[in-house]
């Protein structure tokens, strides 16, 4: 039975309570009839996560080596399955996010990996890829480009009434894009050569350090589908969708258009009755399929395929650039051997790809420092308007960094998985 402790290093059945209150006690929710009510926060892993890996770093790889690489994909994935998962875990029984769970033992450790969150992200290479390849379908410059994307991603956020919900409509409407990309790419772009040697990723697997670099690899198996603090903010994407304990949890508003939120709370926990402990299993399978069948699997198609398809128009071209430029020629190559519409729907699908990506990582790294400040140090200030500072502040950062020159996309995305990679690593043990 869930019990009740009064002194300081008490505990609420496992809770330690020395550094944040009590969690309240409630049944647990009841889970849904069908696992298509509770679809959505793997889409938006998938959806967030399906950027730098999937369309710059793992094509690019393909495009210098080949396939030889895209088994590090599958191990990326198989290794962040299992550490969702164990986020998931806690936040389905609690309604509380990891870093919320971290800081019952440290009241600190929740903001160590909020500000390493922020040092990952605050290197815009999404988004400057995403105007990069909007330069290839109508010109411009990419810094100004890039500095606009971030000023609507703020807006949206901003004026969305339940972001949650936003983030989610957003990131589905770009995986049926990138679905529809990899369907026409697989019928009319990769050549039967390409498909032949598919094989490769198993037969002929390694490391080509030597060719790529020890940084850019590393990069490339960190964000294989999510990398840093993605991982961590899937038990607030859970919580904001209602899984679980979550349900009871309100959920980010926006200060204009928003209703007014509720009064938050830590956290709760369910007496373990036998009801609540099959209610409990029914929940915990829905959140393995609902990942599985979505995070998981829509990566690690997009990796595939696109590896291919840039496998199949650039690699061994000896004019082949060793940035994202890569992208423009193999944009010209699909145009010349499909046609120019696919060349173009190409750019296309990875400018809105890569968009949506930024709008879910400033998303994440504001919403996992706020749910951190809310909870550890600024108890009386709502969570929704924490949330909103902290998106135009790093709205603003990223747009000074443009400003300063920093603009290369694949310098910014690999300082960004490196510093995500060597995170993982911590908040995994």
Same mark, same amino acid.
């Given at each position: ?22 969690? !309240? ?28 890996? !999937? ?17 590090a994909?599958?191990v ?7 550490? *969702? ?61 890039a500095? +606009?994307?971030?000023l ?11 972001v ?5 409509? $957003? ?7 990138v ?20 094989p ?17 690899l ?7 589908? =999510?990398? +840093? +603090? ?6 607030n ?19 204009i258009?928003?209703?007014?939120? $509720? =009064? ?11 009801? *609540?402990?099959?209610r ?6 829905? $959140? ?33 650039p ?6 423009q020629?193999?944009? !010209?190559?699909?145009? $010349? ?14 400018a ?67 510093v ?10």
């Open positions: 039975m869930a019990t009740r402790g009064d002194g300081r290093g008490a505990t609420v059945g496992h809770f330690p309570t020395k550094h944040l209150a009590h969690p !309240e006690v409630r049944p647990l929710p009841e889970p849904p009839r069908s696992m298509w009510r509770i679809i959505g926060p793997g889409v938006i892993a998938a959806g967030v996560g399906m950027a730098s890996g !999937e369309f710059i770093l793992y094509p690019y790889i393909a495009s210098q080596v080949g396939l030889v690489f895209v088994w994909a599958l990326g994935l198989a290794t962040q399955y299992f550490i *969702n998962m164990e986020i998931e875990r806690y936040t389905l029984a609690t309604g509380e996010t990891a870093l919320t769970g971290f800081s019952r033992f440290w009241r600190h450790w929740g903001l160590v990996f909020a500000i390493m969150t922020y040092f990952a992200n605050l290197w815009p290479g999404w988004v400057t890829s995403s105007a990069t390849l909007v330069t290839y379908l109508w010109g411009g410059n990419v810094t100004w480009i500095i +606009g994307m971030l609507a991603i703020a807006l949206i956020l901003t004026l969305a009434p339940v949650y919900v936003a983030l989610e409509k $957003a990131q589905m409407l770009k995986v049926a894009a679905l529809l990309l990899l369907i026409v790419g697989s019928v009319f772009a990769i050549s039967a050569d390409a498909w032949a040697d598919l490769q990723v198993i037969t002929n697997p390694r490391i080509p350090a030597a060719e790529l670099g020890f940084a850019l590393l990069g490339a198996l960190a964000f294989a589908g =999510a990398g +840093g +603090g993605q991982n961590l903010c899937q038990s994407w859970i919580r904001d969708k209602g899984f679980g304990m979550g349900r009871y949890v309100p959920r980010i508003v926006s200060p258009t928003g209703h007014p939120e $509720a =009064a938050p709370s830590t956290g709760f926990v369910f007496e373990p009755t036998e009801e *609540n402990l099959g409990w299993r029914s929940w915990w399978k829905f $959140a393995n399929r609902e990942q599985l069948s979505t995070f998981v699997l829509i990566t690690f198609l997009s990796i595939v395929f696109m590896s291919l398809l840039a496998y199949s128009t650039v690699y061994g071209r000896p004019d082949l060793d940035d994202i430029g890569f992208l020629i193999e944009g !010209e190559v699909l145009a $010349a051997a499909v046609g120019g519409w696919f060349g173009a729907f190409f750019w296309f699908i990875g809105f790809s890569l968009f949506a990506a930024a709008l879910g990582i400033v998303d994440y790294t504001s919403r996992l420092a706020a749910d951190v400040i809310k909870t550890s140090y600024l108890h009386d200030a709502k969570e929704s308007t924490i949330y909103f500072v902290l998106v135009w502040g790093l709205v603003l950062i990223g747009c000074v960094i443009l400003l300063a020159g920093f603009d290369q996309p694949i310098v910014l995305l690999v300082i960004s998985a490196c995500g990679g060597t995170m993982m690593a911590i908040y995994s043990a």
